[in-house]
């Protein structure tokens, strides 16, 4: 349990990256370093040992020291789907296991098949601006009816893509905005029902597009997690709280999950965004039930 202004109150965490051994010895390799380990003194950050369930174990206790019940771990490299699977598997009742794929790699039907298979994974990301494709490119058909059988959700990456860790090591950026736009997975959404769309971050710049969508598909999800930093973009004004009404006053709040969006060590769970937010909620005069739909029982909803 969290304390929250409402008293205490359970907390899931939709939106947390399980940045792996793998995630950053791909990093490493981009920066021509001789190993992971070697990234951890320009990061300033704990770089995990080869053994996901280690970092499975630190997430846990970080978890536990937060009071935070359960969180959605992505695999943030395509082909990382091991670790968080080894993370699922050692803390079945601590964490959802998503999966980042880049559909148009020739394995990637497969892979996302062998997933499913060992049932670990129950969320494939999609990446459309960083991969470079459109989310309604019929090349991903055979996917989606995957994850329909499967009843698995899918998180489309909508709006600015920035990933802070390449920037920090002067990696350069790898995205193209033409496939981000939120209007792209209309059709897509409509076509495929039964399964849960999650966009992250309110459609990152994306708002008024990201809202659209989910008025008129019911099967669309937002969620809230990170900074929101693209709401520098908008012109009017904005501030988060006008997102948070703006989103709740059109699709209520059981279509809204809290996410923070972390990732490293020794930060961790990153508690900033949970106070801005949660205090956001309660500025709104939402009663417990709603704050407990958004902070808790959404997640657990789209999962049960
Ligand atoms: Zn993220």
Redesign the pocket.
């Known amino acids: 349990m969290v304390e929250t202004p409402w008293g205490e109150l359970p907390v899931c965490d939709a ?1 947390v ?1 399980f940045f792996s051994h793998r995630f950053y010895t791909s990093l490493a390799i981009q920066k021509k370093f001789q190993d992971a380990a070697a990234l951890g003194p320009v990061l300033e950050w704990t770089i995990p040992s080869q053994d996901p369930v280690e970092l499975a174990q630190a997430w846990a206790a970080e978890l536990d020291r937060r009071g935070v019940e359960r969180a959605s771990l ?1 695999a ?1 490299l395509p082909g990382d789907e091991e670790s968080v699977e080894a993370a699922v598997s050692a803390f079945p009742d601590r964490f959802y296991g998503y999966c980042m794929i880049d559909p148009l790699q020739p394995d990637a039907l497969e892979r996302v098949r062998g997933m499913f298979e060992r049932k670990l994974i129950r969320c494939l990301c999609f990446f459309p601006a960083m991969h470079r494709y459109s989310i309604a490119d019929s090349r991903l058909i055979p996917i989606f009816e995957a994850a329909a059988d499967r009843r698995a959700a899918v998180f489309v ?1 909508c709006g600015a893509f920035s990933m802070g860790v390449r920037k920090k090591l002067g990696l350069p950026p790898q995205s193209d905005l033409r496939y981000s736009n939120p209007i792209d997975l209309h059709p897509v959404a409509q076509h495929f029902p039964q399964i849960r769309f999650i966009i ?2 309110f459609g990152a710049g994306y708002l008024r597009e990201a809202l659209m969508l989910a008025d008129l598909v019911p099967n669309v999800y937002l969620d809230t ?2 900074s929101n930093r693209w709401i520098a973009y908008d012109s009017s004004n904005l501030d988060l709280r006008t997102v948070f009404r703006r989103a709740i006053d059109l699709i209520g709040p059981k279509r809204i999950l809290f ?1 923070t ?1 972390s ?1 490293f060590f020794p930060r961790g769970w990153n508690t900033a965004i949970f106070e801005q937010q949660s205090k956001i909620l309660y500025e709104l005069a939402l009663d417990v039930d709603q704050a407990r739909l958004i902070l808790h029982d959404n997640l657990v909803n789209l999962f049960s």
Request: glycine letters at 8%; zero cysteines; hydrophobic letters at 10%.
């Open positions: 939106h990256h992505i943030s990456h992250p971050h997690s990170s996410g969006d990732s």
